[in-house]
Each structure stands twice: as structure tokens, then as C-alpha cells.
């Protein structure tokens, strides 16, 4: 596609359900990330894939966030038993390798009652 | 303390003003970022740059490695401008440069 794109763009869940975020990077993009920008804050970090592998997922805050990529295209970041802190707008970007420039998605915006 | 702080949090113009945003990191980088986030949360990257000026339209940013401080410079300001703007660096952290560190971000309001 033109542009890294994310689904979906609103979810309201309820504590305790598991939701899954999507994002399709820039095609030939090989690095991936997602962030987190909860109310007020700036983005937080979550976790950085470099094709299918997650070298760094030191941002992810706790077990029940993981985040798998498959065919260095489209990945997936999963929350189990959401809690209300985990409500934030979730980022997704992809840039090529090395020092390049970063397009990001247009951002999930997650609400758990 | 932050990695990379952003000053002023908040900055409100008139139409027509220079604007000027800052941007001040604590750790080696590779190169460093502006962002623009308008209201609905898209997040649209304005300049990448690892030294020097780099100019587009009405935005210009300046970096200085030395002092480890960038500027981004809005002139003729207009209401459109209005956004957050964020300043991120690609960290050098164990020899890999592709962490980004973001600021806070800097509110800007330009009133007609």
C-alpha cells in the first residue's frame, strides 16, 4: 500500500478481553515498531522487528503483551486480559534499514471499559 | 531525566509568527527526527537530519551535533500548523542505531 495503515482504528473492549492490533508496514520496509502514547504522555516504546525477528522487546510492559510479525509484512500486537491503563493510542512504524526516514500509521486507538 | 527533552511544552502564536521549537538529547545519536501529530493522532515525519539545516517550504530544522540540540523553525506560522511536534532521536545503543527515543512534544496552538 501508499502508506503504513493500522486496524482497527478505534477499539472499546472490556477489562478482561483480549484484543489483537494490526499493522501493514510500507512493503520492503524490514524494521517495524510499535508504540504506545497514553493520555498525555509521549510515545513509549513497545517492541522493534527487524523482518520476522524481535531483537528488542524491552518496551513491552508486561506478559500479557506480545507481538508476532510473519512474512516481514504484516504484524499483529496482542493484548491478553486487558486492564484500563493499557487504553492508549497504539503507533505502528516501518522504515528500511539504517538511518532512514520512519512513516507511521495512523494509530489504534484502544479503550477498555 | 529524559533522553530528550522538548521546550516549550506548550507554545500558542498569532498568525504570521517565527516559531521556533527545541529539541535537547542526552545520548549519542545517529540522527534525529522532527514529527507532526494533528488532532486526529496521524503522525507525519517532517525532517530526518544528522547535521546541518534542511529546509522545506516553511519548516526549516537545524541540528548541532557538538552541543547535542536541534531546532525546528516555522516561519509566516498559520492556524494549519497547529499540531504537537515531536522531536525523536535514533539512539547508538550497542552499536545498532534503530531505536527511536522520542520527546514529550510540543504543543503549538496558531490563532488567526
Known amino acids: 500500500g501508499a502508506g503504513v495503515s493500522q486496524s482497527p482504528s478505534n477499539k472499546v473492549t472490556e477489562k478482561g478481553k483480549d484484543v489483537e492490533l494490526r499493522c501493514d508496514p510500507i512493503?520492503?520496509?524490514?524494521?517495524l515498531y510499535w508504540y504506545r502514547q497514553s493520555l498525555g504522555q509521549g510515545l513509549e516504546f513497545l517492541i522493534y522487528?527487524?523482518?520476522?525477528?524481535?531483537?528488542?522487546k524491552s518496551g513491552l510492559p508486561s506478559d500479557r503483551f506480545s507481538a508476532e510479525r510473519t512474512g516481514g509484512s504484516v504484524s499483529t500486537l496482542t493484548i491478553q486480559r486487558t486492564q484500563q491503563e493499557d487504553s492508549a493510542v497504539y503507533l505502528c512504524?516501518?522504515?528500511?534499514?539504517?538511518?532512514?526516514?520512519?512513516?507511521f500509521g495512523q494509530g489504534t486507538r484502544l479503550t477498555v471499559v | 531525566k529524559n533522553e530528550v527533552e522538548q521546550s516549550p511544552q506548550n507554545l500558542t502564536a498569532q498568525e504570521g509568527e517565527f516559531i521556533t521549537i527545541n529539541c535537547s538529547y542526552s545520548?549519542?545519536?545517529?540522527?534525529l527526527h522532527w514529527l507532526q501529530q494533528h488532532p486526529g493522532g496521524g503522525i507525519v515525519s517532517l525532517f530526518m537530519?544528522?547535521?546541518g539545516k534542511k529546509k522545506h517550504g516553511r519548516l526549516i530544522a537545524t541540528i548541532n551535533i557538538q552541543e547535542k540540540h536541534s531546532s525546528l523553525h516555522i516561519t509566516a506560522s498559520h492556524p494549519r500548523d497547529s499540531a504537537v511536534y515531536i522531536c525523536?532521536?535514533?539512539?547508538?545503543?550497542?552499536?545498532?542505531?534503530?531505536?527511536?527515543?522520542f520527546g514529550k512534544g510540543t504543543l503549538l496552538t496558531v490563532n488567526p
Open positions: 537530519l544528522s547535521s
Open positions: 525523536a532521536v535514533n539512539t547508538n545503543s550497542g552499536g545498532s542505531n534503530y531505536k527511536l527515543t
Open positions: 522487528f527487524q523482518g520476522n525477528s524481535a531483537p528488542d
Open positions: 545520548v549519542g545519536i545517529s540522527a
Open positions: 512504524a516501518s522504515r528500511t534499514q539504517g538511518n532512514t526516514e520512519a512513516f
Open positions: 512493503s520492503g520496509h524490514t524494521a
